[in-house]
């Protein structure tokens, strides 16, 4: 039987679970092939693939992933972290010091602010009157 591996990836509201085994490169995202499910999107596409062009292993695993809330870019960027994540545990350490460098295991925190009471919006007062 051969080995799986499955990890989490998250960016603002978006889930990406990951599962990595051996095989012959086939990515797909909720059922349909990954460049289908972003539209064919050359950028969603790049992100995407970084973590395995990145050490070469194109070819290598093949992955399913179920990606749930958010945008395509913050699927792609949560789909992204959990490939990394996953590649982290496969490869050996020169290979996760490659990974580590190129900033791919970090999480992005960025999330969209709160609205605060008495505002429009996170930060949008309404207009200053002095009379």
């Known amino acids: 039987m051969e080995k799986r591996y499955k990890t989490v990836g998250r960016r603002k509201s978006a889930i990406a679970k990951v599962i990595i085994a051996p095989g012959n490169g086939n990515i797909t995202i909720n059922g349909k092939y990954f460049e289908d499910y972003v539209q064919n999107n050359p950028k969603l596409i790049k992100i995407i693939q970084a973590p395995l062009i990145l ?9 399913k992933i179920h990606s749930l809330g958010g945008g395509l870019s913050g699927q792609s960027d949560a789909i992204k972290l959990g490939i990394a994540r996953a590649l982290y545990v496969i490869v050996e350490t020169e290979s996760q010091r490659k990974l580590k460098i ?3 295991l970090t999480r992005n925190p960025l999330c969209k602010e709160r609205r605060k009471y008495g505002l429009k919006k996170a930060r949008k007062a309404p207009q200053f009157s002095k009379r």
């Open 55 to 63: 050490l070469e292993m194109e070819k290598s695993f093949n992955i």
């Open 102 to 104: 190129n900033g791919l």
